[in-house]
């Protein structure tokens, strides 16, 4: 993705996002969505920009209820970590290989 303001450009090839919201997708619409619980082609990930929704997304479970796309809960993110080894493992090479910009979270209300 690139943007411009003010004679600045970013050039985002992947986002992660634990929002299951569509706020990214809906104003960035370069970006394709990969969800959890889902295969994922590394070529398709090096052709394409992309956002990895690591707890899922809303719009999908709303039109797809019977799939366990949503991650909430403790058992849900055990879940995630045996299923997801292909998304985390690409979220890991890119915290080892790119620059990263992280954008505030809050885990206050975490157990």
């Known amino acids: 993705m690139r943007k411009r303001k003010n004679g600045f450009y970013l050039y985002l090839h992947n986002m992660y996002t634990l929002n299951i919201d569509d706020g990214i997708e809906h104003n960035c619409s370069q970006f394709d969505v990969l969800l959890p619980n889902t295969e994922i082609f590394d070529k398709y990930i090096e052709k394409y920009t992309t956002v990895f ?30 299923k997801n080894g292909k998304m985390l493992a690409k979220l890991k090479e890119d915290f080892a290989d790119k620059n990263i910009i992280y954008i505030g979270c809050s885990l206050d209300d975490e157990p």
């Open 53 to 82: 929704k690591l707890h899922g997304d809303v719009s999908f479970y709303l039109k797809n209820i019977e799939n366990e796309s949503i991650i909430f809960n403790k058992k849900e993110y055990i879940e995630s970590i045996k």
